[in-house]
C-alpha cells in the first residue's frame, strides 16, 4: 500500500523556524522526484520546493534562502523541508508529493497545517 505520511507542522511565530518530514513507503520511492506543495485558504495550490533521485533541487522563489528540501534514500525514503524566518504568508496546508521520473504515476500525502501567528 503506497503511502506518504506528513508531519512536523505545527503553531510557530514569525521567524521562527520548523521543519517538516514526509515518510513514503508501499514502492520504490527513491527513484522519484518529491516535493513539498502548500494551499493557503482561497489560494491554490503551489510548488514550494522539490527534489530529484539525484539531489537536484528547485525551490520557489517565495522561500529561496529559508526553506530547504532534502531527501534520505535508506530504508524508508524520508523527504524534509526545513523552514527557517517563516512569516504569517507561510501559513498553509504542506502537501508531500512523489512524481515517477518517467511519468504516469504520482502520489499526495493528506498534509500537514503550518500556521505562522504570533
Known amino acids: 500500500q503506497v503511502q506518504l505520511v506528513e508531519s512536523g507542522g505545527g503553531l510557530v511565530q514569525p521567524g521562527g523556524s520548523l521543519r517538516l518530514s514526509c515518510a513514503a513507503s508501499g514502492t520504490v520511492f527513491r527513484i522519484y522526484t518529491l516535493g513539498w506543495y502548500r494551499q493557503a485558504p482561497g489560494k491554490q495550490r503551489e510548488l514550494v520546493a522539490a527534489i530529484t533521485a539525484g539531489g537536484t533541487t528547485n525551490t520557489a522563489d517565495s522561500v529561496k534562502g529559508r526553506f530547504t528540501i532534502s531527501r534520505d534514500n535508506a530504508k524508508i525514503t524520508t523527504v524534509y523541508l526545513q523552514m527557517n524566518s517563516l512569516k504569517p504568508e507561510d501559513t498553509a496546508v504542506y502537501y508531500c508529493?512523489?512524481?515517477?521520473?518517467?511519468?504516469?504515476?504520482?502520489?499526495w500525502g493528506k498534509g500537514t497545517l503550518v500556521t505562522v501567528s504570533s
Open positions: 508529493n512523489a512524481d515517477h521520473p518517467r511519468g504516469g504515476m504520482n502520489y
